[in-house]
């Protein structure tokens, strides 16, 4: 079985600090782990995956995320907070191999990005 | 850029009521999902349609819920008969394919449904 945990419910950053949204997952094999945005009436929106290649993902905005095979993590980063960030960010997991092609989500986390 | 439309944003019913939550999925795709997500608790997956047909159903799709594509646009969500545990944020979710990747999933802003 596949999960994902997202251990804070709110992460609270300056504007022009780094930020880190943390994510962990437990999959029998490899995974595929995804983010996910949500501003407050839209959409969850797609920010970042990783599928296979570099540990270090690039995504949208200016967000990155490092996959930790060892510590089975897939944290959340960003340089520099803007106040535009602030909202509700998804980790999601889903294994490579063998079951259905349908991801776990976490609960979410809310960022709040201060002025 | 194409978007994935729910109605309403918002309902409130009464226990044992019916409801029905609307999406209406981008043109160009062919897979359909309803999660939702209980307040302070995990975006939970409900179901997935293809073909006209449920591909794939968790635990939580019991015979209550209903999925149906009336009329090739829209892709519905029936509850029969609302219980105050099924109180959440619906998101509808479509995607081209059923790809491993799974990134091409676009989501929808959301029902919020009380019941009371």
């Known amino acids: 079985a596949q999960s994902v945990a997202q251990p804070e419910d709110q992460v609270n950053v300056a504007e022009g600090n780094p930020l880190t949204v943390k994510c962990t997952y437990s999959?029998?094999?490899?995974?595929?782990l995804f983010w996910y945005v949500q501003y407050p009436n839209r959409g969850l929106q797609f920010l970042l995956k990783?599928?296979?290649?570099?540990?270090l993902v690039k995504g949208s905005y200016g967000f990155e995320a490092e996959f930790n095979k060892s510590q089975t993590s897939f944290h959340l980063k960003k340089p520099s907070a803007l106040v535009s960030d602030s909202a509700l960010y998804f980790c999601?997991?889903?294994?490579?191999?063998?079951?259905?092609?349908?991801?776990?989500f976490g609960r979410g986390t809310s960022l709040i990005v201060h002025p | 850029e194409p978007e994935v439309t729910q109605t309403p944003s918002h309902q409130v019913t009464q226990m044992g009521q019916e409801v029905i939550l609307r999406c209406v999925p981008i043109?160009?795709?062919?897979?359909f999902y309803w999660y939702r997500q209980i307040l302070g608790q995990k975006v939970e997956f409900l179901v997935s349609?293809?073909?006209?047909?449920?591909?794939?159903k968790s635990e939580i799709f019991d015979d209550q819920f209903s999925v149906e594509r009336p009329d090739g646009s829209n892709f519905t969500l029936k509850i029969r008969s609302t219980k105050l545990e099924d109180s959440a944020m619906y998101f509808c979710?479509?995607?081209?394919?059923?790809?491993?990747?799974?990134?091409?999933?676009?989501f929808g802003s959301g029902t919020r449904l009380t019941v009371v």
């Open positions: 999959v029998s094999g490899n995974p595929y």
């Open positions: 979710a479509s995607s081209v394919r059923d790809s491993p990747s799974n990134y091409g999933y676009t």
């Open positions: 043109s160009n795709h062919l897979y």
């Open positions: 990783y599928i296979t290649g570099d540990n």
């Open positions: 999601a997991v889903r294994e490579t191999s063998g079951g259905s092609y349908i991801p776990t």
């Open positions: 349609f293809y073909n006209n047909e449920i591909s794939e």
